[in-house]
């Protein structure tokens, strides 16, 4: 990746050019830092280097995001040369994992770009659950990859999803703004981060000061702030159909707020119970931001898919 320093930029370090005129992430950066990959004017530079203006910046970073190239389906909803949003339907892992190596989202993503003669990288800037279904975002370069990631980190990024609640909600909106932690010894539950610390946060807490670790928010009993924003559609007698907007992304974010709140997802087997519709009833239905190179607003929208429109059609009958 290479940038030109225009001459207004005299004086300023590359560093905080990178970051604050280049809106690249810290991540890019300190990737691109640590193989030796920031030069300028050819030569290996420094982020404390100042800049006189009419340099060229060039950034070097390795590859991440490599997977195998499959022809899985996709339903393309915006494309141009450097953004890429696609819909995921319910049952379908955005990226590779551990008991999911093929077929997924980003597969297809990658089998996409090699099509067009382009790396075969994806850059999910979001993921979804694999029973989630609606709209994902993928960056086709690292440099737009870190912007994005910059926003979503600022909460630039606008993310809204339709779901199906258990209950009937008293409220015609509200939000929850308690923090997620892991659940202590599940794999990959998480919880409310509320009350005191269990015997055991509190061993492996004094382990890790005493060995000098450092223990990520989600592990710690404060958890890591999340935010939720809910308005309610439709009421029946004993499920509630909700419009919901994150501030922030925390992994089973809306699934553990609804849940605190009592009002599980319908169809949600970890935080709530098995049933109709037969899978968590969840869909990233918009997604809104500035486009990283245009500074346009971009929006997309993904309608109700079937199986969630079908079982709203149950509760009318």
Do not use: N
């Given at each position: 990746m290479r940038y030109a320093v225009p001459p207004e930029a005299r004086g300023i370090r590359l560093g905080?050019?990178?970051?604050?005129?280049?809106?690249?992430?810290?991540?890019?950066?300190?990737?691109?830092?640590?193989?030796?990959?920031?030069?300028?004017?050819?030569?290996?530079?420094?982020?404390?280097?100042?800049?006189?203006?009419?340099?060229?910046?060039?950034?070097r970073v390795p590859f991440e995001g490599r997977v195998e190239p499959e022809p899985v389906p996709l339903a393309i909803v915006y494309e141009d040369n450097h953004l890429l949003v696609v819909e995921k339907p319910p049952g379908m892992v955005v990226h590779p994992v551990k008991d999911y190596v093929s077929g997924t989202l980003a597969n297809g993503v990658a089998y996409h770009l090699q099509q067009q003669g382009l790396e075969p990288m994806a850059r999910p800037v979001q993921r979804i659950d694999r029973d989630t279904s609606g709209l994902v975002l993928f960056a086709k370069d690292p440099a737009i990859a870190g912007r994005l990631a910059r926003e979503l980190e600022r909460q630039k990024l606008e993310r809204r999803y339709l779901a199906l609640v258990a209950g009937r909600m008293a409220d015609d909106q509200g939000s929850v703004t308690v923090p997620i932690r892991r659940v202590w010894g599940h794999p990959v539950a998480r919880e409310a981060a509320v009350g005191p610390r269990t015997p055991e946060?509190?061993?492996?807490?004094?382990?890790?000061?005493?060995?000098?670790?450092?223990?990520?928010?989600?592990?710690?009993?404060?958890?890591?702030?999340?935010?939720?924003?809910?308005?309610?559609?439709?009421?029946w007698s004993e499920v509630t159909f909700l419009d919901l907007r994150l501030e922030t992304g925390r992994t089973h974010q809306?699934?553990?707020?609804?849940?605190?709140?009592?009002?599980?997802?319908?169809?949600?087997?970890?935080?709530?119970r098995p049933g109709p519709p037969g899978r968590q009833a969840l869909h990233a239905a918009s997604l809104a931001l500035l486009h990283p190179v245009t500074g346009q607003m971009l929006r997309c929208e993904s309608p109700l898919p079937s199986d969630l429109a079908a079982f709203i059609q149950l509760l009318d009958q």
């Open positions: 905080q050019f990178l970051f604050d005129r280049l809106k690249l992430s810290r991540t890019l950066v300190r990737r691109a830092k640590g193989s030796d990959g920031i030069y300028v004017d050819g030569a290996p530079a420094r982020t404390s280097l100042v800049l006189q203006g009419g340099e060229v910046i060039e950034l946060q509190e061993a492996e807490l004094a382990r890790a000061a005493a060995e000098g670790r450092v223990l990520r928010d989600e592990w710690t009993a404060e958890g890591q702030p999340s935010v939720t924003h809910w308005r309610v559609l439709r009421r809306i699934r553990v707020h609804m849940a605190y709140l009592g009002h599980p997802l319908l169809g949600d087997r970890l935080y709530g």
